[in-house]
């Protein structure tokens, strides 16, 4: 076999990608299930936590501030681990893909939070001022006066930062979730070829490829107009 | 002044942290009266005013405003606000909101309007200072005078009892000057309570009942503009307007 001729053998070999086709498509299925089950409370926390902090309590503050260092601090593979092999013992056995959700929905948390947090927090005060002087409650003028504003700064680092959270999803083959890297790993066991690590790969482009597009649309969309 | 004060703010003291800002000022102001506040840049005018609406929380002191103790804790002081009309110096419009929802906005969140009563009585305090035709606009499409205009639509909607002025033309270029001074007259024309921070002398000597000197967080003099410019009793308020005829 010449060298090409062994790279598409090895690689892009129909036959092996035919047969794993069903897996990987799987897999895809639950990594997408997963992804957007990341990104919904991943997200939502983090406007919670975002707008608890606004409140101005310093107990609140610390504990979030807390929270988000610890989950920016350490690496997630570490806490998916830790949570599937150290939960049993104090009597929960949550599923490697209860894991990975909630490691990751967290450490999207944590830097969205820091995300949002830091578009409030460069709305000037005169927004907050011209709000409140004309009698609208604190939360009013949060919901509909400042976090339009901070969420409109905070649109491109928010979508860069889902994207790379979500990709995490990966991590989840190591704690036993069918997802696309898990499916293709084991296709490759099998077959003993890299093909489905190709199939694996595209899958991947499928369903990242449209959010990264998308994140490129609200950017332009966003750019600030002042 | 023979109608009832609309604002009766006694003894007002104000602390950030070890900083005296107010020390003890008094200002009442009548039902229909223009009071004209001047003074130099940290006298503590700003913080004056704040405290009428509480944007700022007095260390001690007592106000009544509009027959409402503005300062006890039971006190509404989201429905007081909006009887209190205030305009700031960098406007503050909301950038993502037209002209239009500007002024409507606390009308239908304060006020409870339905959409097309809000907007309605937004278009007609729109065309009040000047700018019917912009309602469509966003703020980074108006000119500062503009902007500021559309502010005082947004307060002056609301049909407060009073209105409090921060330096409303300072952040303007001078020839934007005179159509918010325009808007002001006509306002004072009909009726409108008004206390102004402001260095237009000329908008004081056409509109102002009476002119409050402050330094130093209290109130230094006050009286019918002629009076304080014509014969100034202390030092500081002869300082005072020697460096403004510097400018
Ligand atoms: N939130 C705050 N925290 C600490 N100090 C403040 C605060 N607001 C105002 N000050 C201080 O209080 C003093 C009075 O401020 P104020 O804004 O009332 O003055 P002013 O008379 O309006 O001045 P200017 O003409 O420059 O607007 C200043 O020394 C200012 O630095
Ligand atoms: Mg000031």
Redesign the pocket.
Known sequence: MSGWELFLFSFLNLRVMAEYLPSIAAGFLLTVQLAALIIASGLALALLLAVLRSLGSLVLSFAIVLFVDLFRAIPPLVLIVLLYFGLPNLGFTPSGFVCTWVVLALVLAAFAEEIVWAGILSVPKGQWEAARSTGLSFFTTLRCVVLPQALRLAIAPLTNRTIAITKGTALGSVVAVSEILAQASAGVSFSSNPSPLTLGALAYLVLFGPMVLLARRIERRFAWRH | MLSRPIIEARAIHKS?GP?K?LDGVDLVVAERELVFII?P????????LRCLNRLEEPTSGHIVGDGIDVLARRTDINALRRRIGMVFQSFNLYPHMTALGNVAFALRRVVGLRRRDAEERARSALALVGLADKADAYPAQLSGGQQQRVAIARAVALEPRVMLFD?PTSALDPELVGSVLRVMRQLREGGMTMVV?SHEMEFARAAADRVLF?DGGRVIEQGPLDCLFGAPKSDRLRAFLRSLERH
């Open positions: 950030f900083l800002v003074g840049s940290g006298s503590g005018k700003s913080t004056l330096e921070v402050m």
